[in-house]
């Protein structure tokens, strides 16, 4: 019976103090989020600090960034959240992870719900990018994730035709998207893929199955063209745009 009671207790606690952090945080960003050029980026990274998960040294903060549980979302040293980027991490155990000097360009949309979106090292994510789980979706170092691109790691279960898609509920697998990958714009990547590293998928393909290291895939369903280890080193780079 204590443990039941310790355990309400510290729910009630946890409970407590999220909403509180969700009320500061929306207070601070009302605030600040609109405020410009660098005297608006220091002050955001000097207040938002006692709401964000972690923020590391020279990190960037633009305009109109919005935050949904704050706590769970951390930026790493010298990252960059440009202006108009949406962050939910869905917190308590949502995560969202940004190693550092990743980027998150302007409009990008990410929304972990439950689960863990982490972005590595030095890499670029491009304006209007989504990406959503609530399955894990880890890209790599050295990405370059192209506008538009957007990467569910989530589907709908339809199996029941007698209940509607909306309430069968969702299976959640996880996208993984190694080092070094570039992903035109456009691309759509499906749960339970893992891109392999350093592999290149051309603009506008749509990433239904998994793809083997140094792969150029294209098309819809996305198929492997070429390996990468097989190009001369004069032969022409695909028009990714």
């Known amino acids: 019976m204590n443990n039941i009671l310790e355990q309400k ?16 945080t929306r207070i601070l960003t009302s605030l600040l989020g609109a405020v410009p050029l660098s005297l608006g980026n220091r002050l955001r990274c000097l207040f938002y600090r006692s709401i964000l998960g972690s923020l590391g040294e020279g990190t960037y903060l633009g305009t109109g960034v919005e935050l949904e549980g704050a706590r769970g979302v951390f ?4 990252s960059a959240v440009d202006n108009g980027v949406r962050l939910n991490s869905g917190e308590p155990h949502g995560r969202i992870i940004l190693r550092s000097q990743a980027l998150l360009d302007r409009g990008v949309s990410l929304e972990a719900l439950g689960g863990c979106i ?23 170092k050295n990405c370059m994730i192209a506008s538009h691109v957007s990467i569910y790691a989530n589907n709908h279960i339809f199996t029941d ?21 570039w992903l035109g714009t456009g691309v759509r990547v499906l749960d339970g893929v893992t891109i392999g590293h350093g592999s290149v998928v051309g603009a506008g393909a749509v990433v ?7 792969s150029v895939a294209v098309g819809v369903p996305a198929k492997v063209m070429y390996k990468r280890s097989n190009l001369a080193p004069k032969s022409a780079a695909l028009n990714q745009n």
């Not at 606690?13 to 509180?20: A, E, F, G, P, Y």
């Not at 239904?208 to 140094?214: I, N, R």
Request: charged share 20%; net charge negative; aromatic share 4%.
């Open 161 to 181: 035709i007698h209940t509607p898609i909306g309430k069968q509920g969702l299976s959640c697998t996880g996208v993984v998207i190694e080092d070094d990958c």
């Open 75 to 78: 930026l790493g040293t010298g």
């Open 208 to 214: 239904t199955k998994s793809l083997p290291p140094f």
């Open 118 to 140: 982490e972005i590595g090292e030095q890499t670029c994510v491009g304006s209007y990018v989504c990406m959503a789980g609530p399955g894990d979706i880890r890209i790599g």
């Open 9 to 24: 207790s510290l729910e009630q606690r946890l409970h407590s103090n999220s909403v509180w952090v969700g009320r500061k």
